[in-house]
């Protein structure tokens, strides 16, 4: 029998990272994985024990190159990132240390693996698109870079690093730009878990069968985490280095659509109101990806429906709430 194939995630007991590190103990991979000071484990409490973590800031270069050089990883997944798109507005430099410098570390000590490293996965986002005409138009791969956020701009200062240490440094890096996915365990501040416990508060009697909610108007491309980590991992197998890949459902979906199909699923009779203040300045109406590549190259497809995904989140927040 052969050893195992050995993983390093960056980000693991995060809301994406702790969904790859259970896909990745599955499909028979060694998982190490990196914590950042005071992160939480709950994510990946469950097969906790069965996991390699160290607990660092990656914006340590040198604790970074050292865990790096002793595990020998196979494969990189780069996952850690200020990933919130919103409170980057807050939180600009911070955004900036971690998506960009944090980055930089990461290339820097895979330099040091040299033809050890099958491939490292570097993980970008739709955010980088920004605003772009016509409005609604299909995204490829080869649409421009016109970031609105600083969340946006950072990812595409870590895109533009990582063609940097492909070309000159000979670093297997590949790209995946992932558009919206939810899941159960993803935090409230994000649209479909928000919605989902405010529903769960409602049905337990908690709260007043009112939900508050922003603009409905906008639609997004989503998916569920669960596809989309199977895709980092077929990105790693089967990806081509120096190239980028989007992962979507190829959809756009409304917000209202999804709170009416989550409100179908309720038990209980709720009354929705509109709050001017939970608004968010969008200046994209309408995204939407085109998967094709991916699933060429990658023979990446889509297991998980919608209405699966909406279905899950909504017991998982039932059974947080109790």
Known sequence: MGTKKKALITGIAGFAGSYLAGHLLDNGYDVYGILAPGEKKDNIRPFEERLHLERFDILKPTRLAKM?????????????????????????????????????????????????????????????????????????????????????????????????????????????????????????????PSFCRQIALIERGRVKSIMRVGDLSASRDLSDVRDIVAG??????KGKPGETYQLCSGNSVSIKSVLDKLLKLSTADIKVQIDKSRFRKSDIPILKGDCSKSKRQLGWKMHYSLDKTLNDTLLYWRNIIG
């Not at 980092?232 to 197998?237: D, E, G, K, M, W």
């Open 68 to 192: 790096i050089k002793a595990t020998t990883p196979d494969y990189i997944f780069h996952l850690a990132a200020f990933s919130s798109v919103g409170r980057s507005f807050e939180n600009e430099r911070l955004s900036y240390n971690i998506n960009f410098f944090g980055t930089l570390n990461v290339f820097e000590a895979a330099v040091s693996l040299k033809s050890s490293l099958k491939k490292l996965v570097f993980i970008s986002s739709a955010d980088i698109y920004g605003t772009f005409t016509p409005k609604g138009k299909t995204l490829t791969e080869k649409q421009p870079y016109n970031p609105l956020s600083p969340y946006g701009i950072s990812k595409v200062a870590g895109e533009l690093l990582a063609r940097h240490y492909h070309r000159n440094k000979a670093i297997p890096i590949v790209i995946i730009r992932s558009f919206n996915h939810t899941g159960p365990g993803q935090t409230d501040t994000f649209v479909v």
């Open 232 to 237: 980092y991992r077929l990105a790693a197998i």
